[in-house]
């Protein structure tokens, strides 16, 4: 009877070894699966992205470029009214001063 219990206690060990065994051959098998998909996924980000326009990665960065170009926008047509108005003041006070010279000659 001991002999049997005993042998009855050894298989139960053995079975639950080899059941322990299965289930970490298992989670291994599903690690590397899970890191495999996982390193394709990447890939095939990286592909996409190359293939798409260079966004900058953070918020703010876009943020900031979008401001940037705005101010620069905005000061390229500061300048651009004010040479137009620089050349019409300056045409102005041509004619004007063509005006007195033709009033100075007037009055001789």
Avoid: Q
């Avoid at 042998?7 to 970490?24: G, S, V």
């Amino acid at each position: 009877e001991k002999a049997a219990d005993k042998e009855k206690k050894d298989k139960e060990k053995a079975e639950e070894k080899e059941k322990k065994e299965k289930e970490k051959k298992k989670r291994e098998e599903d690690k590397a699966e899970a890191k495999r998909k996982k390193d394709e996924e990447k890939a095939e980000g990286k592909k996409a992205k190359s293939s798409g326009p260079a966004w900058p990665k953070s918020r703010w960065k876009a943020i900031t470029l979008a401001l940037v170009g705005m101010l620069l926008c905005i000061a390229l047509g500061s300048i651009g009214i004010a040479s137009y108005w620089l050349d019409v003041v300056s045409a102005a006070m041509r004619s004007f001063d063509e005006s007195v010279k033709l009033h100075c000659e007037a009055l001789r």
